[in-house]
C-alpha cells in the first residue's frame, strides 16, 4: 500500500509497529529495544502504548509474528485504530518456510487466519468474538499473498477498523454496575464536585473492585467531559496520594 499520501499529512497519526532501524517517514516509531528511529519503546506482549482510537494509521510489517497472543495482537490494533482507521498488515505465512525459520517466530500466520476478524467472513468472526475473546471488527481492504524468495511467502492485508459509537468503549461490566446522568446543563464546577464524591464513595466501599461506573455523555461535548472525568481522577489521585 502506498504511504506517501497518509505520512505526508501532519494530522493523521501514523504509527510503525516494529520499526527497527527503518521506519517510514513521517511515522511514529515502536520497537522493543532503542535504535535509531524508535520514537516508542514498548514491549507490545502487553498493552499498546497509544489512546483508545487514536491512530489513523498502522504498519506492522514482519512483527505480528513474534507476539505470542494472537487475539491479544488484533484487540490491541483494533483498540488503538480509530472508525475506519487503516492496519497494513505483512507476515510471513505458513505457506512458506519464513513462518517457521526464525527461531524467534512465536505466533504462525496464513491468509485464512484474517477470517476470524473480518466482517466478510460472518461464521469466523461470530466464533472469535464469542468464544475467542476477539473484541473488534475489520473490514478487508486488501488481502493477497507476495513471494518473497527463498521459498518465503508473505500474507499483506490492509484492513480497516469497523466502530460504532456505540462500541468505540467497552463497558467492562462487573458484578455491581452503575449507570449515572449529570445534569450537563450545571456548571463544570459544580458537576466535577458532584463526580469526586461519588467516585470517592466508590472507592471507599468494601467491594470497589467489583463496581463498574457508567457515566452518560449525551448532550455534552465529549472533549470537555474526557478532561473533566481527567481532573477528577487527578484529583483523587492527590487525595490518596
Given at each position: 500500500?502506498?504511504?506517501?499520501?497518509?505520512?505526508?499529512?501532519?494530522?493523521?497519526?501514523?504509527?510503525?509497529?516494529?520499526?527497527?532501524?527503518?521506519?517510514?517517514?513521517?511515522?511514529?516509531?515502536?520497537?522493543v529495544v532503542t535504535a535509531d528511529g524508535v520514537d516508542v519503546i514498548a514491549n507490545l506482549n502487553g498493552y499498546?502504548?497509544?489512546?483508545?482510537?487514536?491512530?489513523?494509521?498502522?504498519?506492522?510489517?514482519?512483527?505480528?509474528?513474534?507476539?505470542?497472543?494472537?487475539?491479544?495482537?488484533?484487540?490491541?490494533?483494533?483498540?488503538?485504530?480509530?472508525?475506519?482507521?487503516?492496519?497494513?498488515?505483512?507476515?510471513?505465512?505458513?505457506?512458506?518456510?519464513?513462518?517457521?525459520?526464525?527461531?524467534?517466530?512465536?505466533?504462525?500466520?496464513?491468509?485464512?487466519?484474517?477470517?476470524?476478524?473480518?466482517?466478510?467472513?460472518?461464521?469466523?468472526?461470530?466464533?472469535?468474538?464469542?468464544?475467542?475473546?476477539?473484541?473488534?471488527?475489520?473490514?478487508?481492504?486488501?488481502?493477497?499473498?507476495?513471494?518473497?524468495?527463498?521459498?518465503?511467502?508473505?500474507?499483506?492485508?490492509?484492513?480497516?477498523?469497523?466502530?460504532?459509537?456505540?462500541?468505540?468503549?467497552?463497558?467492562?461490566?462487573?458484578?455491581?454496575?452503575?449507570?449515572?446522568?449529570?445534569?450537563?446543563?450545571?456548571?463544570?464546577?459544580?458537576?466535577?464536585?458532584?463526580?469526586?464524591?461519588?467516585?470517592?464513595?466508590?472507592?471507599?466501599?468494601?467491594?470497589?473492585?467489583?463496581?463498574?461506573?457508567?457515566?452518560?455523555?449525551?448532550?455534552?461535548?465529549?472533549?470537555?467531559?474526557?478532561?473533566?472525568?481527567?481532573?477528577?481522577?487527578?484529583?483523587?489521585?492527590?487525595?490518596?496520594?
Open positions: 500500500m502506498d504511504n506517501s499520501n497518509l505520512s505526508a499529512s501532519s494530522k493523521l497519526i501514523c504509527i510503525d509497529l516494529g520499526c527497527g532501524t527503518h521506519k517510514a517517514e513521517g511515522f511514529i516509531g515502536v520497537d499498546f502504548p497509544f489512546p483508545d482510537n487514536s491512530v489513523d494509521f498502522l504498519k506492522a510489517h514482519d512483527i505480528i509474528e513474534h507476539l505470542p497472543d494472537r487475539i491479544h495482537t488484533m484487540n490491541e490494533i483494533w483498540r488503538i485504530l480509530k472508525p475506519d482507521g487503516i492496519v497494513d498488515i505483512s507476515v510471513p505465512s505458513t505457506d512458506g518456510r519464513g513462518a517457521f525459520q526464525d527461531p524467534t517466530h512465536v505466533s504462525f500466520w496464513n491468509i485464512n487466519s484474517f477470517m476470524y476478524y473480518c466482517q466478510e467472513f460472518p461464521p469466523y468472526l461470530a466464533g472469535c468474538q464469542s468464544h475467542y475473546g476477539f473484541k473488534g471488527e475489520f473490514s478487508i481492504v486488501s488481502i493477497d499473498e507476495k513471494n518473497s524468495g527463498n521459498q518465503v511467502i508473505h500474507v499483506h492485508a490492509v484492513l480497516k477498523a469497523i466502530k460504532s459509537e456505540e462500541n468505540n468503549y467497552p463497558l467492562n461490566l462487573r458484578n455491581i454496575n452503575l449507570i449515572i446522568f449529570p445534569d450537563w446543563s450545571q456548571s463544570m464546577e459544580v458537576i466535577f464536585e458532584q463526580l469526586v464524591n461519588l467516585c470517592q464513595a466508590i472507592i471507599d466501599h468494601p467491594k470497589s473492585r467489583e463496581i463498574t461506573l457508567l457515566i452518560d455523555t449525551q448532550n455534552t461535548n465529549l472533549e470537555d467531559t474526557q478532561f473533566l472525568l481527567a481532573d477528577v481522577l487527578l484529583n483523587l489521585c492527590y487525595e490518596e496520594n
